[in-house]
């Protein structure tokens, strides 16, 4: 299929692109490396410099590659981020999105493959937690997601597009070849690795006394390229609606630390802070809907494994992308 790749400099679409190229698709990659870099965009994509901001950019993008379908990963992602600044990521993650979905509609894209989250749910009633559960956010950045959710139903009512929606938990780990570079670094795992790679001195830890069993906030860490494995599957026809991706296992921040110690084999200090805004105590996925309907198979489960290659690949590009 051809493929239109939103987001495909940046982390999850970096690796979506390179697993979608070898899977013998087309890919077309729309990124304003606001966040993303150049030198992550796989060779074998087509790259077009986006300006969403711009009247008419992204649907003129859309028009001129013609796609099968679309890959919506660009957004703005950080939780805490969101809690001060609002209508940076309602603008970007549902306006511009918006814009996107029109695109689809004029160009007859046979399917819209959207990136959301699990922090569309908000602190759930149970965990595991299954796609039926309420969904009340408690951050702008699981609203701003939520709130394009609900625009997908209605152009799915209105206009025919057919699209299938991922609620991430918390992607992790690396490709051969792409990883995580953020230029603010804000994420745990690989701000752990950093410590252990001595690029800062210690790892802080946002809440002790969390309703948890060790005090500390528990996740549910999916490796990046099973994530990507997803979004193949979710391209087949008759694919649609909400889906869960995450391992159904969960880890406290403690837990994550004491594995990249272990792993590691370095010695990760640790210091700790007051409670981070927007954070839910526990997220911890059923992705039962997605093995048993799109025949979904995680490949990397294990968090050593996720976090054996975010390790490799941060030992070998230290700096990150050069871009
Ligand atoms: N966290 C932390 N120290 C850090 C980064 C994150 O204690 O340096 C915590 C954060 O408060 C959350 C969990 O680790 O409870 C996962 O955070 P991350 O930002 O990786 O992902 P999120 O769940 O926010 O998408």
């Known amino acids: 299929m051809k493929v239109f790749v939103t987001g495909g400099a940046g982390y999850i679409g970096s690796v979506c692109t390179e697993e979608l190229l070898n899977a013998g698709h087309e890919v077309t990659v729309y990124d304003n490396l606001s966040e993303g870099h150049r030198s992550a965009v796989d060779r074998r994509a087509r790259f077009v410099l986006a300006k969403p901001e711009v009247d008419g950019d992204i649907a003129q993008a859309v028009q001129s590659s013609r ?9 703005y992602a950080l ?12 603008h970007n993650n549902f306006g511009n999105a918006l814009k996107l979905a029109d695109a689809a509609v004029a160009c007859g894209v046979k399917k819209f493959v959207f990136s959301s989250t699990c922090a569309t749910y908000g602190p759930p009633d149970r965990v595991p937690m299954t796609e039926d559960l309420p969904q009340r956010p408690i951050n702008p950045y699981g609203e701003s997601k939520l ?4 625009a997908l139903i209605w152009y ?6 057919e699209f299938i929606a991922f609620r991430y938990f918390n992607a992790a780990g690396a490709s051969e070849q792409f990883g995580e570079h953020h230029r603010i670094e804000t994420h745990l795992i690989p701000n752990v690795l950093f410590t252990a790679l001595g690029k800062r001195p210690h790892v802080e830890i946002f809440g002790t006394d969390y309703p948890t069993p060790d005090g500390t906030c528990i996740r549910d860490y999916i490796h990046i390229k099973d994530l990507a494995q997803a979004h193949i599957l979710g391209l087949a026809p008759g694919k649609e609606g909400f889906f869960n991706l995450g391992n159904g296992d969960g880890y406290s921040v403690r837990q994550v630390i004491e594995t990249c110690q272990r792993l590691t084999g370095k010695k990760i200090p640790t210091v700790e802070k007051p409670r981070r805004a927007g954070d839910p105590p526990r997220l911890v996925a059923a992705a039962r809907k997605a093995i048993d309907e799109l025949g979904w198979r995680p490949q990397y489960p294990k968090i050593e494994d ?7 690949w ?8 050069p871009d």
């Open 306 to 312: 996720i976090v054996r290659t975010a390790w490799d």
């Open 79 to 90: 939780v805490g981020e969101s809690m001060s600044q609002p209508g940076k990521y309602f």
């Open 314 to 321: 941060h030992v070998k590009h230290p700096e990150g992308y």
């Open 147 to 150: 709130m394009f959710e609900k």
């Open 156 to 161: 799915r009512q209105i206009h025919k597009l």
């Open 67 to 75: 796609p099968d379908a679309i890959m919506h990963f660009a957004a």
